[in-house]
């Protein structure tokens, strides 16, 4: 593939995921077609066959393009620390809160949460270093689980309350949580 159709196939990706989330804001997900998709990004439905398998695939791409956001913001900031890998996700989130309370509407916030959880050593390779984290090979699965399921129930709490406080406000109190002797 040339450089040009390799443009045009992710501005065309990019169209579907718009137009996919357009959708979600009309109809379930269950309910929503691939023509309908494709129409709404102007785009035909064998453009959407070519780059997707089904709509789920296309969700995917959504949370994988939300995902490698993300990571751009960890490694801006060049963050090493797991207050402040904590602290940029709730910010992330933050930034991105009517699109959460519509992943929340549609039941497809675990799907979400699913796919930062397998992308999550990733994340824990760049802050700790790849070397450090092979290190502890067996303890990282677990640490994994309990930071990141700790963070999304969090997550799931916070848009249960319509994520009133703000994410600095929820990390200061995350912080003097564990930080106290009662705790």
């Known amino acids: 593939m040339n450089r040009t159709n390799g443009k045009i196939a992710e501005k065309s990706k990019e169209e579907m995921g718009k137009a996919l989330l357009k959708c979600l804001n009309l109809y ?3 309910e929503i077609t691939v023509t309908q998709i494709a129409q709404e990004a102007k785009l035909s439905r064998r ?3 070519r780059l997707f398998s089904s709509k789920e695939e296309l969700l995917v791409f959504l949370f994988e393009s939300w995902f490698q956001e993300f990571f751009l913001q960890v490694k801006e900031r060049d963050i090493h620390h797991y207050w402040d890998v904590v602290k940029c996700y709730f910010d992330f989130c933050e930034e991105r809160k009517s699109l959460l309370f519509l992943l929340k509407q549609q039941n497809i916030l675990n799907s979400f949460f699913d796919h930062m959880y397998q992308k999550s050593l990733q994340v824990m ?6 070397e450090k984290t092979q290190s502890m090979e067996k303890a990282v699965p677990y640490l994994l689980a309990y930071s990141v399921g700790g963070m999304f129930c969090m997550l799931i709490k916070w848009v ?3 994520m009133d406080e703000p994410s600095d406000k929820l990390i200061e109190l995350l912080k003097r949580g564990y930080t106290s002797p009662r705790f």
Not at 125 to 130: A, C, F, Q, R, S
């Open 160 to 162: 249960d309350n319509d």
């Open 47 to 49: 453009t959407f066959y």
């Open 28 to 30: 379930d997900f269950g």
């Open 125 to 130: 390779e760049y802050v700790h270093t790849k």
